[in-house]
């Protein structure tokens, strides 16, 4: 009733206060977007950020450089083994759905020959990584 309707009107009066308050700061963050500081030092940061980059990029020795080059090469060369092994097998699969009386022996053959590329490829990866330990030594 009366104090109920008086406690609304308080409350109300209050809200508009906060609400003009609100509008205020809205405003002048406005117009401080529209008018951007001279001063602003973001572009100074980034420009140190680049300089400090660049440098710990060209800080690397030569010894680094010729490792970097070397994992490189034996990761593009692992990987494309693994994409060459995966279009065999596929290969394999075809052939497997072609004729299913052979199923277990191509299933059979399909494992040895897996397990022989696998057997490969570590060879050749354990002996390209002794080849690069080697010539980074002399």
């Given at each position: 009733?009366?104090?109920?309707?008086?406690?609304?009107?308080?409350?109300?009066?209050?809200?508009?206060?906060?609400?003009?308050?609100?509008?205020?700061?809205?405003?002048?963050?406005?117009?401080?977007?529209?008018?951007?500081?001279?001063?602003?030092?973001?572009k100074k940061l980034a420009?140190?950020?680049?300089?400090?980059?660049?440098?710990?990029?060209?800080?690397?020795?030569?010894?680094?450089?010729?490792?970097?080059?070397?994992?490189?090469?034996?990761?593009?060369?692992?990987?494309?083994?693994?994409?060459?092994?995966?279009?065999?097998?596929?290969?394999?699969?075809?052939?497997?759905?072609?004729?299913?009386?052979?199923?277990?022996?191509?299933?059979?053959?399909?494992?040895?020959?897996?397990?022989?590329?696998?057997?490969?490829?570590?060879?050749?990866?354990?002996?390209?990584?002794?080849?690069?330990?080697?010539?980074?030594?002399?």
């Amino acid at each position: 009733t009366a104090v109920e309707n008086t406690r609304r009107d308080v409350e109300n009066v209050r809200r508009d206060a906060e609400n003009a308050e609100l509008k205020a700061r809205v405003a002048k963050l406005e117009e401080d977007s529209r008018h951007p500081r001279k001063d602003s030092s973001p572009k100074k940061l980034a420009d140190s950020v680049i300089v400090n980059e660049v440098v710990s990029v060209n800080s690397k020795s030569s010894e680094e450089k010729m490792m970097d080059s070397f994992l490189d090469e034996v990761n593009k060369k692992i990987v494309s083994d693994g994409i060459r092994q995966r279009k065999r097998d596929e290969k394999l699969a075809k052939v497997e759905s072609i004729s299913p009386e052979k199923g277990k022996q191509v299933s059979v053959n399909k494992r040895a020959l897996r397990k022989e590329n696998q057997k490969k490829q570590r060879e050749k990866f354990i002996q390209k990584v002794s080849e690069g330990a080697v010539t980074e030594m002399s």
